[in-house]
């Protein structure tokens, strides 16, 4: 129990957090067509920004079932490294079908305080699970049900607040190096691309954002590979080298 009330208090920052984000998904959704139950469906389903911004804009146009996978699996297939990388600190009885239940809340920001514990218990990660959740199916909820009464001048521009949650993410990452700034660059110069020349436009939105993500990182690893004699950095600021000696 001691370890459950230290995940939930490990989760307060990262609900709080969700709460804000997922408001202004909500308002979004309602924006877009959706019932408010629809929406809160989506995020206590789903529980992914990104994929669910994405998402909403391909389900408002029936058929595009392609589309929706390769854009939901491009951008969530970093939450399957993250449970690989993380399950080497999982305790004993951190196994079987509890891994599969609690993948589920596999997030950035969770994946990053679990990632600081020595090893990771299951009662540990179901505490830090139960705030964030909370948060975001809450936070979407209001915004919503808010959607639906709120001006539309008023709605308009809360819905960019969400398009400020991923500069705050992007921008931490462009001042450790020139090859994150390059990356996101060539982001931005794909998508311009993609909406203004005329062949391209035509493209759908979440291939498009697939296209981009995938040719800029393809492009980024090529000009700027990594040495392989490298130390790769893990959680907390330790290298590998060291996490091995501590636990070997």
């Given at each position: 129990m001691?370890?459950?009330?230290?995940?939930?208090?490990a989760?307060?920052?990262?609900?709080?957090?969700?709460?804000?984000?997922s408001?202004?998904?909500?308002?979004?959704?309602?924006?877009?067509?959706?019932?408010?139950?629809?929406?809160?469906?989506?995020?206590?389903t789903?529980?992914?920004?990104?994929?669910?911004?994405a998402?909403?804009?391909?389900?408002?146009h029936?058929?595009?079932?392609?589309?929706?996978?390769?854009?939901?699996?491009?951008?969530?297939?970093?939450?399957?490294?993250?449970?690989?990388?993380?399950?080497?600190k999982?305790?004993?009885?951190?196994?079987?079908?509890?891994?599969?239940?609690?993948?589920?809340?596999?997030t950035?920001?969770?994946?990053?305080?679990?990632?600081?514990?020595?090893?990771?218990?299951?009662?540990?990660f179901?505490?830090?699970?139960?705030?964030?959740?909370?948060?975001?199916?809450?936070?979407?909820?209001?915004?919503?049900?808010l959607g639906?009464?709120l001006?539309?001048?008023l709605?308009?521009?809360l819905?960019?607040a969400?398009?400020g949650?991923?500069?705050?993410?992007?921008?931490?990452e462009?001042?450790?190096?020139?090859?994150?700034?390059?990356?996101?660059?060539l982001?931005?110069?794909?998508?311009c691309?993609?909406?203004?020349?005329p062949?391209?436009?035509?493209?759908?939105?979440g291939?498009?954002?697939?296209?981009?993500?995938?040719?800029?990182?393809?492009?980024?690893?090529?000009v700027?590979?990594?040495?392989?004699?490298?130390?790769t950095?893990?959680?907390?600021?330790?290298?590998?080298?060291?996490?091995?000696?501590?636990?070997?």
């Open positions: 001691s370890n459950f009330k230290r995940g939930l208090k989760g307060i920052p990262i609900g709080l957090g969700y709460l804000s984000v408001f202004t998904f909500g308002i979004m959704a309602v924006s877009y067509g959706l019932h408010w139950w629809q929406a809160v469906l989506i995020s206590m789903t529980v992914t920004s990104a994929g669910q911004l998402g909403i804009g391909v389900m408002i029936p058929g595009q079932y392609l589309e929706m996978l390769v854009s939901q699996l491009t951008i969530n297939v970093r939450y399957s490294f993250m449970a690989i990388s993380l399950s080497q999982t305790d004993s009885k951190f196994a079987g079908i509890w891994r599969w239940i609690f993948g589920f809340m596999m950035d920001e969770i994946f990053a305080v679990a990632s600081r514990e020595e090893e990771v218990s299951r009662s540990f179901a505490g830090l699970s139960v705030l964030p959740f909370a948060g975001w199916t809450f936070g979407t909820l209001v915004g919503a049900l639906n009464v001006p539309a001048r709605m308009s521009a819905s960019i969400i398009y949650m991923f500069v705050a993410i992007v921008v931490p462009m001042k450790k190096g020139i090859a994150v700034i390059c990356v996101v660059v982001s931005a110069i794909f998508s691309l993609f909406y203004y020349v062949v391209l436009s035509h493209v759908s939105g291939i498009a954002i697939s296209a981009c993500a995938v040719a800029a990182a393809v492009i980024g690893a090529i700027f590979p990594a040495a392989d004699n490298e130390p950095q893990c959680a907390g600021g330790e290298n590998s080298g060291e996490q091995e000696v501590r636990h070997g």
